[in-house]
């Protein structure tokens, strides 16, 4: 009893200001806690994403030390309108995205389904098929610009030796897109792979065992059983690799420069906002542009993680 | 012992108000300041990653014992030099004192954006042995604020041109443009393999080596008072005759080709001509990167109905930042890096320079092939003092302006791509009135 007392005395007797921030924090405890992960956020991302805000209804141009005047809405209107740039560039980043996800998707899941079962040299192939992955994109960039080189290299080469004509590649305004998802899904598919391999492990064994002695075929496994249990984690590759197309930057910037190419043919809403801010010093319409952009992204998001809810229900 | 919650959570409040004051106190400490190694001060040199750069950079240890002055030396490609000065300078940075920049691209957009310190006072007292009076070029650092920056780099364009080629064919080096086609059109013919013409094809890129063209035929980007002169027949005809080089006897990309890609096919062997400025002298010759460095002459641009009108320019200067802390040390390394004998002293190494005494010295051209020498000389007597539009905006400006080869490259109307980049450019003109 004694004790208690005792303890119960020190903790009065250091009734003072200390005491007192301890009993604040210890009632904003969750507050405290997450207090340094707050700050950070709002200070290295909420105040950013809202500057840019801001600067999207302004006229900032030169510099953004000089003098701007709101103008309302007139960037939003004349992106959508007379700028003969936006709606091409988001054309194409929708393309891009579209093409290259779908592709890795459906490679992904096949290399992952044929990886599943263990076999020889399992490990070795594992690796083989994840080296895309770790490569720096411009380095990768970089290799497949020499590969596509129309005049030297190896693309044309190739199709040499089968007598077909030689191909522009990233060069040829037509064909530089193509050629980009090209390199986009060769680097990337790795990943979807990965994801996939992960959630196959974790799938139970006996639903797929009751189909087979119910005498469903390999398809209609595939495609009743495993695909359905599989759709979480293919939703969270889309997810993924989504957002991450829609970013792409290094690889159309290093192969194809400012503003994707002589006929922007290459020009994504990235690449846009890049040229808009750095090229033409246009803060205020390149600001209107990542606006529109980060919309997009999040729509994009809501609509996979809709598709995600509706799954789990079913 | 275990901790109480109490004294857990005061723990924490601690850490994060450290990290608070961690924050603000971060953006404070880098600010120089007179008193650090030396006792002559600090300075912050930005630099682009250039042959100059690397002359000049063996020598700054010097300039340091000489001065006391602690040099911080900043590296940077082309690329990323331009984006971090729009970052930095943005933002009001005092850690780049010294810079140096592309005049021509952007003394008018930095200057009017109040970035760069006018030097005229500075250079009026820059002392008869400095002699700013012997620098050439001077129109093309200054604008509306004054002089802004001190020509250190010169360029010209000139014609590149296999010799064993035009022996080959019996030709001589062409004189003007309608002898260029023509013996392109001979040796593309005579040879497989090889392609009669390169120069830069991509958009943007190309402006500064047709500019040269566009000169010789009589026209220029717009009159200098506020008026686009890309629809005129002259330009017409000069964005015909490069269009149809490319076109007919150029290879096969040429839209995505800077100097990097188009002066890769010369080296390589696989061009006749071409056309870029003399400053890639050095990499033709160097066994290293090139096939053709014992095959290959350099010769004055071609000329045209108004003669041969290369741009004759100062592709890097170096300026000081409106918002440093070290101006009197900035001018110091500007006066000592831009004297006559550094200058000489960098020309030797074979990076021309923008001293007239200089050039008149036969020393400070020891490095260059006669043949070479002679070409700079004359060229920069008939040299026109722009490579691009004269503009704030000259990156918009570029893409308008580029537009039409690439129409025509495209196969689009040339009429019509003219038509709309004088639209285009004349409203750029009267916005920046």
């Given at each position: 009893?004694?004790?208690?007392?005792?303890?119960?005395?020190?903790?009065?007797?250091?009734?003072?200001?200390?005491?007192?921030?301890?009993?604040w924090a210890n009632r904003n405890v969750k507050w405290v806690f997450t207090a340094p992960a707050l700050v950070f956020t709002v200070v290295m991302i909420s105040l950013p994403v809202v500057y840019t805000v801001v600067l999207s209804f302004t006229d900032a141009r030169g510099s953004i030390q000089?003098?701007?005047?709101?103008?309302?809405i007139d960037n939003y209107v004349e992106m959508l309108s007379t700028f003969d740039r936006f709606w091409p560039a988001v054309w194409r980043t929708v393309l891009f995205t579209g093409v290259a996800v779908t592709v890795q998707l459906v490679l992904g899941l096949a290399i992952a389904l044929l990886l599943r079962k263990p076999f020889k040299g399992q490990g070795f192939v594992r690796v083989v098929i994840l080296l895309p992955l770790v490569a720096t994109p411009v380095a990768v960039a970089m290799m497949w610009l020499l590969i596509f080189e129309p005049t030297i290299g190896f693309a044309n080469e190739f199709l040499g030796w089968f007598n077909l004509p030689a191909q522009g590649w990233i060069s040829d305004p037509d064909q530089a897109l193509p050629t980009l998802i090209f390199v986009d899904i060769w680097q990337w598919t790795p990943m979807v792979t990965l994801i996939l391999l992960a959630g196959l492990s974790t799938l139970p064994e006996e639903p797929e065992e009751a189909a087979r002695v119910d005498g469903a075929n390999a398809w209609q496994r595939l495609v009743h059983i495993t695909i359905p249990m599989l759709l979480p984690a293919i939703v969270a590759a889309v997810l993924i690799r989504s957002i991450d197309a829609l970013k792409t930057f290094d690889l159309l910037y290093a192969t194809k420069g400012r503003g994707g190419g002589s006929l922007n043919e290459a020009e994504t809403l990235n690449i846009l906002a890049y040229s808009l801010s750095f090229e033409y010093n246009d803060y205020g319409m390149a600001s209107a542009v990542l606006v529109v952009f980060f919309v997009i992204i999040v729509a994009a998001c809501l609509a996979l993680w809709q598709i995600q809810k509706a799954g789990r229900r079913t | 012992m275990r901790m109480t919650r109490p004294v857990l959570t005061a723990i924490a409040t601690a850490t994060a108000g450290a990290l608070l004051v961690g924050c603000g106190g971060g953006s404070g400490g880098g600010d120089g300041g007179a008193?650090?190694?030396g006792d002559g001060g600090q300075l912050f040199v930005t630099l682009a990653n250039h042959p100059w750069?690397?002359?000049v950079q063996d020598k700054i240890a010097d300039f340091e014992s000489e001065t006391g002055i602690d040099v911080e030396v900043t590296v940077l490609g082309e690329d990323q030099l331009s984006d971090q000065y729009n970052v930095k300078l943005n933002a009001g940075a005092t850690d780049v004192d010294v810079m140096m920049m592309r005049p021509l691209q952007e003394a008018k957009l930095f200057s009017s954006n109040g970035w760069l310190l006018p030097l005229d006072d500075l250079l009026a007292d820059g002392g008869d042995d400095w002699n700013w009076d012997d620098f050439q070029m001077q129109t093309s650092v200054t604008t509306e604020e004054g002089v802004v920056a001190v020509p250190i780099v010169t360029e010209q364009e000139v014609l590149y041109y296999r010799t064993d080629l035009l022996d080959a064919a019996g030709l001589e080096v062409p004189g003007t443009l309608e002898e260029l086609q023509q013996a392109a059109a001979t040796i593309q013919q005579q040879n497989e393999g090889v392609y009669g013409f390169v120069a830069r094809g991509q958009r943007a890129a190309l402006v500064t080596q047709f500019s040269s063209y566009?000169?010789?035929?009589g026209g220029d980007w717009d009159d200098g008072e506020g008026t686009a002169t890309i629809d005129t027949p002259e330009a017409r005809a000069a964005y015909e005759y490069y269009a149809s080089m490319l076109k007919d006897y150029g290879p096969p990309g040429v839209t995505n080709m800077s100097w990097k890609e188009a002066s890769a096919i010369f080296q390589q062997g696989q061009a006749a001509f071409y056309t870029d400025a003399s400053v890639f002298y050095n990499n033709m010759i160097d066994p290293e990167q090139s096939r053709i460095g014992d095959t290959f002459g350099v010769a004055q641009m071609p000329a045209g109905p108004e003669g041969s009108a290369p741009y004759s320019i100062p592709s890097w200067g170096l300026a000081v930042n409106q918002a440093s802390q070290n101006v009197d040390n900035a001018w110091r390394f500007i006066q000592w890096v831009t004297s006559p004998e550094m200058t000489k002293e960098i020309q030797v190494e074979g990076v021309a320079g923008a001293r007239t005494s200089v050039w008149e010295d036969p020393e400070g051209t020891s490095a260059f092939p006669e043949q070479l020498a002679e070409?700079?000389?004359?060229s920069m007597e008939d040299g026109v003092d722009h490579d691009r539009p004269v503009v704030v905006e000259v990156g918009r400006a570029r893409d308008i302006v580029g537009g039409p080869v690439i129409a025509y490259l495209d196969g689009q109307d040339l009429d019509a791509a003219l038509a709309d980049a004088q639209e285009q450019y004349q409203a750029l003109l009267d916005d920046e009135r």
């Amino acid at each position: 009893m004694a004790d208690t007392t005792v303890r119960q005395g020190s903790r009065a007797g250091g009734a003072g200001p200390l005491a007192g921030l301890s009993a604040w924090a210890n009632r904003n405890v969750k507050w405290v806690f997450t207090a340094p992960a707050l700050v950070f956020t709002v200070v290295m991302i909420s105040l950013p994403v809202v500057y840019t805000v801001v600067l999207s209804f302004t006229d900032a141009r030169g510099s953004i030390q000089r003098d701007f005047s709101f103008v309302g809405i007139d960037n939003y209107v004349e992106m959508l309108s007379t700028f003969d740039r936006f709606w091409p560039a988001v054309w194409r980043t929708v393309l891009f995205t579209g093409v290259a996800v779908t592709v890795q998707l459906v490679l992904g899941l096949a290399i992952a389904l044929l990886l599943r079962k263990p076999f020889k040299g399992q490990g070795f192939v594992r690796v083989v098929i994840l080296l895309p992955l770790v490569a720096t994109p411009v380095a990768v960039a970089m290799m497949w610009l020499l590969i596509f080189e129309p005049t030297i290299g190896f693309a044309n080469e190739f199709l040499g030796w089968f007598n077909l004509p030689a191909q522009g590649w990233i060069s040829d305004p037509d064909q530089a897109l193509p050629t980009l998802i090209f390199v986009d899904i060769w680097q990337w598919t790795p990943m979807v792979t990965l994801i996939l391999l992960a959630g196959l492990s974790t799938l139970p064994e006996e639903p797929e065992e009751a189909a087979r002695v119910d005498g469903a075929n390999a398809w209609q496994r595939l495609v009743h059983i495993t695909i359905p249990m599989l759709l979480p984690a293919i939703v969270a590759a889309v997810l993924i690799r989504s957002i991450d197309a829609l970013k792409t930057f290094d690889l159309l910037y290093a192969t194809k420069g400012r503003g994707g190419g002589s006929l922007n043919e290459a020009e994504t809403l990235n690449i846009l906002a890049y040229s808009l801010s750095f090229e033409y010093n246009d803060y205020g319409m390149a600001s209107a542009v990542l606006v529109v952009f980060f919309v997009i992204i999040v729509a994009a998001c809501l609509a996979l993680w809709q598709i995600q809810k509706a799954g789990r229900r079913t | 012992m275990r901790m109480t919650r109490p004294v857990l959570t005061a723990i924490a409040t601690a850490t994060a108000g450290a990290l608070l004051v961690g924050c603000g106190g971060g953006s404070g400490g880098g600010d120089g300041g007179a008193g650090a190694d030396g006792d002559g001060g600090q300075l912050f040199v930005t630099l682009a990653n250039h042959p100059w750069t690397n002359v000049v950079q063996d020598k700054i240890a010097d300039f340091e014992s000489e001065t006391g002055i602690d040099v911080e030396v900043t590296v940077l490609g082309e690329d990323q030099l331009s984006d971090q000065y729009n970052v930095k300078l943005n933002a009001g940075a005092t850690d780049v004192d010294v810079m140096m920049m592309r005049p021509l691209q952007e003394a008018k957009l930095f200057s009017s954006n109040g970035w760069l310190l006018p030097l005229d006072d500075l250079l009026a007292d820059g002392g008869d042995d400095w002699n700013w009076d012997d620098f050439q070029m001077q129109t093309s650092v200054t604008t509306e604020e004054g002089v802004v920056a001190v020509p250190i780099v010169t360029e010209q364009e000139v014609l590149y041109y296999r010799t064993d080629l035009l022996d080959a064919a019996g030709l001589e080096v062409p004189g003007t443009l309608e002898e260029l086609q023509q013996a392109a059109a001979t040796i593309q013919q005579q040879n497989e393999g090889v392609y009669g013409f390169v120069a830069r094809g991509q958009r943007a890129a190309l402006v500064t080596q047709f500019s040269s063209y566009l000169y010789a035929q009589g026209g220029d980007w717009d009159d200098g008072e506020g008026t686009a002169t890309i629809d005129t027949p002259e330009a017409r005809a000069a964005y015909e005759y490069y269009a149809s080089m490319l076109k007919d006897y150029g290879p096969p990309g040429v839209t995505n080709m800077s100097w990097k890609e188009a002066s890769a096919i010369f080296q390589q062997g696989q061009a006749a001509f071409y056309t870029d400025a003399s400053v890639f002298y050095n990499n033709m010759i160097d066994p290293e990167q090139s096939r053709i460095g014992d095959t290959f002459g350099v010769a004055q641009m071609p000329a045209g109905p108004e003669g041969s009108a290369p741009y004759s320019i100062p592709s890097w200067g170096l300026a000081v930042n409106q918002a440093s802390q070290n101006v009197d040390n900035a001018w110091r390394f500007i006066q000592w890096v831009t004297s006559p004998e550094m200058t000489k002293e960098i020309q030797v190494e074979g990076v021309a320079g923008a001293r007239t005494s200089v050039w008149e010295d036969p020393e400070g051209t020891s490095a260059f092939p006669e043949q070479l020498a002679e070409v700079i000389r004359t060229s920069m007597e008939d040299g026109v003092d722009h490579d691009r539009p004269v503009v704030v905006e000259v990156g918009r400006a570029r893409d308008i302006v580029g537009g039409p080869v690439i129409a025509y490259l495209d196969g689009q109307d040339l009429d019509a791509a003219l038509a709309d980049a004088q639209e285009q450019y004349q409203a750029l003109l009267d916005d920046e009135r």
